[in-house]
């Protein structure tokens, strides 16, 4: 079975400018999350996604970060525009269903910001 | 909210001995879900072991098992045997119903010394 995939693996910019990432979770898994994990720190939630709807978003900074999943199966994460503090790396992880389910992580992109 | 603290930064352990990484969490939820997941250098967050707070039985893993104590609010990791492929950063997690959140711990690097 297929894991968690995630692209592009690392991706260097410059400040103001847009990023996307993209998310391709387990076949059959509903739910889908995106974490901000900073150097040394564990990951933080973004935002979860049940099907194609975004069911929590609190901790998302909704002025330059934008997220979708179409058709509740992909999803991309955009920031327009980065800032220096966002050089950090981003997971996506997918669960079957409901919240006891084991959450399973792609293996992140990794975005530094100049 | 619930919280997790892994106060250790980092261990070390040689090689085919045992090594326990500590954790202790804070809920006001009744049932919840703990876990341990590994981040090799490589950055893919695999799981190790996890166990259900309603379980008294401490779950293992073939060479990992937890000490789960509930009333104490700690949750630790015992490695036995342990391999250079250990070698990773450790983290503790906790996801409750209230909110179906996955709060992670800050992590704890452990080196296995050949």
């Known amino acids: 079975e297929a894991g968690v995939v995630q692209s592009p693996r690392y991706k260097i910019i410059e400040k103001k400018q847009p990023v996307a990432f993209w998310c391709n979770p387990i076949s059959g898994h509903n739910t889908l999350y995106w974490y901000l994990q900073n150097l040394g720190q564990g990951p933080e939630l973004l935002i979860r996604?049940?099907?194609?709807?975004?069911?929590?978003d609190s901790q998302l900074p909704k002025d330059r970060f934008s997220a979708e999943r179409l058709k509740g199966v992909d999803s991309t994460l955009k920031i327009q525009p980065a800032e220096l503090g966002d050089s950090a790396v981003y997971l996506c992880a997918s669960s079957p269903g409901g919240w006891t389910d084991t959450q399973y992580f792609g293996p992140g992109t990794r975005l530094t910001v100049l | 909210a619930q919280t997790v603290t892994q106060s250790q930064p980092e261990m070390s352990v040689q090689e085919a001995e045992t090594v326990t990484l500590s954790c202790t969490y804070d809920t006001s939820e009744s049932n919840y879900y703990l876990f341990w997941y590994k981040q090799p250098p490589s950055r893919q967050m695999i799981l190790v072991i996890r166990q259900e707070a309603y379980k008294q039985q401490n779950a293992t893993e073939n060479r990992f098992s937890v000490n789960f104590q509930k009333a104490a609010k700690s949750f630790s990791l015992k490695i036995s045997d342990s391999q250079l492929g250990d070698t990773a950063m450790y983290f503790c997690?906790?996801?409750?119903?209230?909110?179906?959140?996955?709060?992670f711990g800050k992590g704890i690097t452990l080196s296995v010394r050949p």
């Open positions: 997690a906790c996801n409750t119903g209230a909110n179906s959140k996955l709060t």
């Open positions: 996604y049940e099907n194609e709807e975004a069911v929590d």
